[in-house]
């Protein structure tokens, strides 16, 4: 499974209140909360994901609530996969569950500029930097994630297995 | 094994486990609230299921729209009646009827030591303080326990924190975990337990060690957890706690690491903007001004958070560009305060006491920072717009220094007032 897009950087312990802020909790429509994605950084830091991109962040990324409304955001404003050096375990959970690809992948900050032409290998576990040329090795996102994935998240998989039952 | 490693072994029928092993857990109570709630249940719809696994064993509490503020909250409201009218479920905390989760569940039997609970909130890793294997998870994966009464864990390695001396007047629980939480640092114990052991622990009352494991996840852990005692006992009303004993640590248990802390020395702790682990002895402040200063939340919301903070506050007023915001935990937490008379107090000193929820400390309603507002407050998280505006700066305190500093105006220690 590969994915591509243009890298939007991070830092470190990027938290659940700046991805998605409270107030924004009573929405449930995903495009809704998309279009607030990053609102804690800057209102409209969502349009930067519109093409489509890969989020390269640092250690603990998704820090603080379970509220799933963040990954949900991230994925619907356009963000492709989140390439971090490592996550907060509920918000890998959380985005895993919903489809959206969360890759760890040691040194990915240092090896990354902002805007960077990214090509990012889930089963082999390989960050490629087309502008730069390098490629960074990564955890491989274990097989039985990368079905969940496959199938869009946790439900559709669910859902499938149990068709083929 | 260790007290985690014993819970999970248990409740995946296995005589052993280890850390790094996935296990099959069987979850003894699956909490969801007004904000995670909704999403589980469009989650669950998609599931095509006809029935939860036990609707005994699904708690439903509303708390962060309590009463709803908008029309949108109180629609979600709604919908999630209808899901525990349609499911047969009894446990349900209705406006009125509860308060903020974390405070609810032991309170209405919900917890009990050796459990595993998932709770679609982070802060469930607070029931730990009853000796219960509790720990938060996201909506879409609530629908699946729904679904199924199980889930899948990878066995935590556990970090120890003993814990020696008595804290002195004036200085709490949340300053000893203030004081961890600097030390071990935010992602400190990413995908571990934590351990609370030690002197310090036992003398500590049910809702102090709540406090403690309620900041745990603060450090990214799992859970955080106590071995059950008599006081645990107590607190839930059991009959005797020989049927806990069997659930601690045994003596030889593995630990990736053991932290000790003296207690004794420790004076209050505040963490500054914008991380929960960036702590300072209060000593060290330089002075603050402070526009809202807050008493609530799960982590300090409870009948002797409130009472501390009112000894302090008997007899003076908050400051005048100061406003003070005390929220009591739960309906049961707000009769007891109520019935100690520790709302003249607080009224009289010029704070405005509110119902039980989870508005202020996470930023929805009741209490909203405005750019430029420096907060001090008794809840869990400072990160940057958690409060209300990105502009705003958050400190967090004991409900003792919250008290003090409302008065002062400014960021005090309570030992000079008390």
Known sequence: MMVEGKAVKLGNNVDTDVILPGKYLALTDPAELGNHAMEGVSPGFASKFADGVVMVAGENFGQGSSREHAAIAL????????????????????????????????????????????????????????????????????????????????IEHLKKKRARQ | MNIIEKILAKASGREQVRPGEIVEAEISSAMIHDITGPMAVQSWKKLEEAKVWDPDRVVVIFDHFLPPPTEQAASLQKMMRGFVDEQGIRNFYDVGRGGICHQ????????????????????????????????????????AVFATGHLWFKVPRTIKINVAGSLAPFVMSKDLILHILGKVGVSGANYRGMEFTGQTIEEMTVSGRMTICNMSIEAGAKTGIVAPDTKTAEYLGASSSNSFESIGSDEDSKYERTIQIDASSLSPQVARPHSPDNVAPIEEMSETRIDQAFLGSCT???????????????????????????????????????????????????????????????????????????????????????????????????????????????????????
């Open chain 2, 104 to 143: 609810v569940m032991p309170e209405k039997g919900h917890v009990r030591p050796g459990d595993v609970i998932v709770g679609a909130d982070s802060h469930t890793c607070t029931y730990g303080a009853f000796g219960a294997f509790s720990t938060g998870i996201g909506s879409t994966e609530m629908a």
């Open chain 1, 75 to 154: 994925k619907a404003a356009g963000v492709r996969c989140v390439v971090a050096e490592s996550f907060a375990r509920i918000f890998y959970r959380n985005a895993i569950n919903i489809g959206l690809p969360a890759l760890e992948c040691q040194g990915i900050l240092t090896r990354v500029t902002d805007g960077d032409q990214l090509s990012v290998d889930l089963e082999h576990g390989q960050v490629g930097n087309r502008t730069t040329g390098a490629t960074v090795n990564a955890e491989p996102i274990p097989l039985d994630l990368l079905q969940v994935l496959n199938d869009g998240g946790i």
């Open chain 2, 300 to 418: 300090n919301g409870r009948t002797e958070d409130l009472q501390i903070a009112a000894r302090i506050l008997d007899g003076r007023r908050v400051h005048n560009h100061t406003r003070l915001i005390v929220t009591p935990a739960s309906q049961d937490v707000y009769r007891e305060c109520l019935q100690e008379g520790l709302f003249e107090v607080f009224t009289q000193s010029g704070a405005v006491v509110t119902n039980p929820g989870c508005g202020t400390c996470i930023g929805i309603h009741m209490g909203i920072l405005a750019p430029g507002d420096v907060c001090v407050s008794s809840s869990n998280r400072n990160f940057i717009g958690r409060m209300g505006s990105p502009q705003a700066r958050i400190f967090l305190a004991s409900p003792a220094t919250v008290a003090a500093s409302a008065i002062a105006g400014k960021i005090t220690d309570p030992r000079k007032l008390s």
